[in-house]
């Protein structure tokens, strides 16, 4: 059995920043990728950015210069930081990764419950 929890959202003031983190639980034998996703209100889930055991990252053009992502892999963690947050970027933050949790298990996808994160005045 394997758990993402995330933690960090909350309410912050635009312009200012959060750190979300997510660790991922349970029987893992190994951890690839793990990736911040968000969907606002009335939208669909779109990935932020990403990040491969080997510490590769992938940021979507709108939150470059702006997130951080960060892994800690002997504690499975994912961490984001989010500096100049804009009230659009108002959403539900969702971590997910892919986790193989035997030697002769394929690797699978799993979600994490998602953090609320509001930017507003």
């Known amino acids: 059995q394997v758990q993402l929890v995330e933690s960090g959202g909350g309410l912050v003031q635009p312009g200012g920043s959060l750190r979300l983190s997510c660790a991922a639980s349970g029987s893992i034998f190994r951890l690839y990728v793990m990736n911040w996703y968000r969907q606002a209100p009335g939208k669909q889930r779109e990935l932020v950015v990403g990040?491969?055991?080997?510490?590769?990252?992938n940021y979507v053009d709108s939150v470059k210069g702006r997130f951080t992502i960060s892994r800690d892999n002997a504690k499975n963690t994912v961490y984001l930081q989010m500096n100049r947050l804009k009230p659009e970027e108002t959403a539900v933050f969702y971590c997910?990764?892919?986790?193989?949790?035997?030697?002769?298990?394929?690797?699978?996808?799993?979600w994490g419950q998602g953090t609320q994160v509001t930017v507003s005045s």
């Open positions: 990040i491969t055991s080997a510490g590769t990252t």
């Open positions: 997910y990764a892919v986790i193989q949790t035997m030697n002769n298990n394929p690797p699978l996808a799993y």
